[in-house]
């Protein structure tokens, strides 16, 4: 019989196979790897949502956001949720509005005949913008 011409692979061929393979397919692995750190910042990066009521509330009171001004009411949540904030007035020129942070949503929303009594319950922190 001749050992030479059998089917069966080695030992040494069988583990530099599985070996090889196990190689590719930890790297392959490691590509595919997003960082903690690159998901926390795409998260604090989004945007403020609206709630329903919210949404409501600025199209009964005729209030119109600009660019500028939904951009502070923005950075007016990122600065609560910095200090530990989580239910935030934010005051943004003449309009208030109530911002869960945790949520990045604005609860609801007031013009200035609103603020009139300057009375605002259930919030913890407050941000003038």
């Not at 190689?23 to 910042?41: C, D, G, M, P």
């Not at 005729?62 to 951009?71: K, M, N, Y």
């Not at 502070?72 to 989580?86: E, F, P, S, T, Y």
């Not at 200035?112 to 913890?124: A, G, H, L, Q, W």
Request: net charge neutral.
């Amino acid at each position: 019989m001749d050992i030479q011409k059998n089917s069966f692979l080695s030992i040494d061929q069988l583990a530099n196979q599985y070996l090889n393979n196990s190689r590719k397919t930890v790297k392959a692995a490691q590509e595919n790897l997003v960082s903690f750190q690159e998901i926390l910042q795409s998260k604090s990066n989004e945007q403020l949502k609206f709630s329903k009521h919210a949404t409501v509330r600025l199209a009964d009171r005729g209030i119109e956001l600009t660019d500028a001004q939904l951009e502070r009411l923005n950075d007016g949540a990122q600065k609560a949720g910095q200090k530990g904030i989580r239910d935030s007035l934010v005051i943004v020129d003449n309009l208030a509005f109530i911002v869960n942070v945790p949520n990045k949503t604005v609860v609801t929303a007031m013009d200035s005949r609103e603020t009139e009594e300057n009375v605002f319950t259930n919030i913890n922190g407050a941000v003038i913008m």
